[in-house]
């Protein structure tokens, strides 16, 4: 039924968000639509484990009934990661690890355990890769970016699809002479033609610098581009920037059997605690032949004031400037203990299952006129896609609700998800239909500053954002069911 005036529209919508709140209290409608979903995907029954962690390490969730559905935003991180760590900053007395006195010598013992095990998590050789440490995924690119010999006539190629922190590169590129080529994706699905791909890949630089980046999943739409590109892109001169943000918190990335030549990872995304901490993981030759354009405390052996010259540290050491994090890198080897004892592929099944069923269920919904009420953004299906499902919702007379008023509407329902574009302008523009004319009038004007707003307003009417709700580790059924109740309540709801 379609709301008539302004007030009715009011009191309908309301009253419907009202139930969903009610529902959110209840177990009963979970439980209804349980048993469909485990005969939907049986392997979900083989994940019990995480549903008793869930029960025991992140009671914190279920007693404050909290719908989390951020985790391409940040994962979350279980009471035992917390008790270890601050049971070894308790029990220890650790010094600056730039240093040989015991208490430097403790840490710096800690600091090489965590690195050594990041490489056994990935499956990394030391031989062939260097584990770096740096602030987030963004300082992991940011370390390539500054560094990769970009000269004149080189080429920076990389998808529409990709997070901001790996568009930025762009300007070191240009910076330099260097040309950035964006390869489309495709609609409905959001993926890269591969004939057209095969056909960018051709054009690098012979005896050139060709740097090709793209994500390992999407974090806007949930697409794995494949990791084959890897080595198709290498046989054909380029270094590959794997971003690896958004794909490693729930998928096996085996450096054993892939070898991208840059991975840029964020910690806080796989197991929630610490953040602040991130790596590069780098092939030995590729580092190589990055070339740093500053020296800093810690990435040299000697610099000298009057003899103006520095001479920088082999490997890990000349790319990690000044103090590492150091109290905090302890915690990151707990926290990949952790994953690994639940296993990254229980992780990747119980994703699928519940992303699978809401993806399925999301797109069932339809107003009483027969209106789709959501348009998923990327696959409607979980082959090679991660749980991350972005979406907008549409009234009756097809208009769309401001992602806005879906995200108030959210937190009132104590779900947390995310909306906007999710630093991923790209996927946001092939999405919502932004041409290039259109941008490059908005990104043109005379002002200094685009906000967000005059950005809206430039854009005439279009949507500027949308709806992201991602699964993770300790998702389980009743938070993708009361999602699924949450956009039920705009069934008939008009968004005029
Ligand atoms: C795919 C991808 N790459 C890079 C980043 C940047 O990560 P950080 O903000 O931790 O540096 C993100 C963050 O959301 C991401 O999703």
């Given at each position: 039924m379609l709301a008539g005036s302004e007030h009715e529209k009011g009191v309908l919508y309301e009253s419907k968000m009202m139930s969903t709140r009610q529902d959110d209290l209840s177990t009963k409608g979970v439980d209804s639509e349980l048993s469909g979903f485990l005969n939907a995907c049986p392997a979900y029954a083989t994940t019990q484990h995480v549903d008793n962690l869930r029960a025991n390490e992140y009671s914190r969730l279920d007693d404050d009934r909290h719908i989390y559905l951020d985790y391409t935003g940040g994962g979350l991180y279980a009471d035992s990661q917390l008790r270890q760590h601050m049971a070894l900053l308790a029990g220890n007395v650790f010094g600056n690890p730039h240093s040989s006195n015991p208490t430097s010598l403790a840490m710096t013992h800690l600091l090489e355990r965590a690195r050594a095990y990041v490489f056994e998590f990935f499956n990394a050789s030391p031989d062939e890769y260097v584990v770096i440490f740096t602030p987030n995924a963004s300082g992991a690119l940011k370390l390539v970016g500054e560094s990769y010999p970009f000269g004149a006539g080189d080429q920076y190629l990389l998808t529409f699809d990709n997070h901001n922190s790996v568009n930025g590169i762009r300007e070191f590129a240009r910076a330099r002479g260097a040309e950035t080529t964006y390869v489309p994706v495709v609609l409905p699905d959001m993926r890269v033609d591969g004939a057209q791909l095969a056909d960018y890949l051709e054009r690098g630089r012979l005896r050139g610098q060709n740097l090709f980046a793209y994500p390992a999943q999407s974090n806007f739409s949930g697409v794995q581009h494949p990791l084959e590109w890897i080595s198709q892109a290498q046989a054909g001169g380029w270094d590959v920037l794997l971003d690896a943000a958004a794909f490693v918190p729930t998928n096996r990335l085996d450096l054993s059997r892939w070898k991208p030549n840059y991975v840029p990872v964020s910690f806080y995304k796989m197991?929630?605690?610490?953040?602040?901490v991130g790596c590069l993981l780098a092939r030995r030759d590729s580092l190589a032949k990055l070339r740093r354009p500053w020296f800093a405390g810690g990435t040299i052996t000697v610099a000298s004031v009057q003899g103006d010259k520095y001479y920088l540290a082999e490997g890990e050491a000349a790319f990690e400037d000044g103090t590492l994090n150091y109290l905090t890198i302890p915690a990151v080897e707990i926290g990949l203990r952790h994953i690994a004892a639940i296993g990254t592929e229980a992780i990747h099944e119980r994703v699928r299952c519940l992303g699978g069923w809401l993806l399925d269920n999301l797109v069932a919904l339809h107003h009483g006129?027969?209106?789709?009420l959501v348009r998923v953004y990327g696959p409607l299906d979980t082959y090679r896609r991660g749980g991350t499902l972005t979406m907008n919702f549409y009234d009756p007379m097809d208009r769309f609700f401001d992602h806005r008023l879906i995200e108030a509407e959210a937190n009132r329902a104590n779900i947390s998800l995310r909306t906007g574009c999710f630093c991923n302008p790209g996927g946001g523009e092939i999405v919502f239909g932004l041409s290039q004319t259109e941008l490059v009038a908005c990104f043109t004007q005379p002002q200094q500053r685009l906000t967000l707003d005059d950005f809206r307003l430039c854009i005439d009417g279009k949507s500027s954002g949308a709806v992201r709700v991602s699964i993770g580790l300790v998702s389980n059924f009743a938070d993708v069911y009361h999602f699924l109740q949450f956009a039920r309540g705009f069934v008939d709801v008009s968004a005029g």
């Open positions: 197991f929630g605690y610490p953040t602040g006129n027969g209106e789709p």
